[in-house]
């Protein structure tokens, strides 16, 4: 999608794209050991990478450049952090096959730490043994390229993801095993139960919180929604700006069969904003 939005007709209303791997994913390093995974502690690495770019002041709400923010999937969630806590640096906000954090019932709070206590416990003792990464070797990349495109079909509904998109995110995914193969490096922790979510009411304020223009992009064959995801939406409607359908999966940002619409469709909206 960057290289897209950058190499695009008319495109000197952006002045400079940052893609940023968060902890545990592309290249970049795995939290501790010890540390758990909160969605909104993402926030600060955002933040931070715009304080070494130069782009934010952390106190500072004169001295800091507008932004905009792009997030997909994940990173959308982290980006409606951001949009919401820092609103006087937000130019812009773009949601990418999300609307946000996801919440859960309150009423399973406790039932939410003890899974993710036992999960750590029980992953942690084989997880970090002796310091090793003990995840799975694939024989090839092409393998590995077929498993990611099989677990994409695997995912609700009917998503898939193009081979070309496969092959991008699985060759910045893996790290090459000396007579073996690939494995995957991103940080196994991401898929486990998280030890804290927020509920539907916090994440709708997180919404009135945020003061950018939001364009919501959903793919055809995207993650589809539930009921009581759908009922929120319906909530927060007023709160979106442009709230457009594509064809495409989950992926559609990075499928070459997609890409296109959704990066013409972003800049149309970044243009009128």
């Not at 310091?131 to 390229?145: E, F, H, K, M, Q």
Request: hydrophobic share 40%; aromatic share 8%; glycine share 6%.
């Amino acid at each position: 999608l960057a290289p897209e939005l950058a190499n695009m007709e008319n495109s000197a209303f952006i002045e400079e794209i940052v893609a940023v791997d968060f902890p545990g994913h592309g290249l970049s390093s795995h939290k501790s050991a010890d540390n758990v995974q909160v969605l909104s502690d993402y926030a600060q690495y955002v933040m931070e990478a715009l304080s070494w770019l130069g782009w934010y002041k952390p106190g500072e709400k004169n001295d800091s450049k507008q932004i905009t923010v792009i997030g997909h999937s994940m990173g959308a969630g982290v980006a409606t952090f951001v949009a919401a806590a820092w609103p006087d640096h937000i130019r812009s906000l773009v949601l990418v096959e999300s609307f946000g954090p996801v919440f859960r019932n309150v009423s399973d709070v406790a039932k939410h730490l003890r899974a993710s206590c036992e999960k750590r416990m029980q992953s942690n003792r084989t997880l970090y043994a002796d310091g090793l990464n003990r995840s799975r070797i694939y024989p090839t990349i092409d393998i590995a390229v077929k498993t990611r495109m099989y677990t994409a079909k695997m995912c609700p509904g009917e998503q898939y993801i193009s081979k070309e998109a496969a092959e991008a995110l699985v060759g910045r995914g893996t790290l090459q095993v000396k007579n073996e193969g690939v494995r995957f490096r991103h940080d196994p922790r991401l898929s486990w139960p998280s030890i804290q979510y927020n509920t539907q009411n916090q994440i709708e304020h997180l919404w009135r919180s945020i003061r950018a223009p939001v364009c919501v992009i959903k793919g055809d064959d995207g993650w589809p929604l539930t009921e009581e995801y759908s009922e929120f939406v319906s909530k927060i409607r007023p709160l979106i700006h442009s709230l457009i359908k594509l064809p495409g999966s989950h992926h559609l940002h990075a499928d070459p069969s997609t890409v296109d619409a959704a990066s013409v469709t972003i800049a149309k909206f970044l243009k009128l904003t």
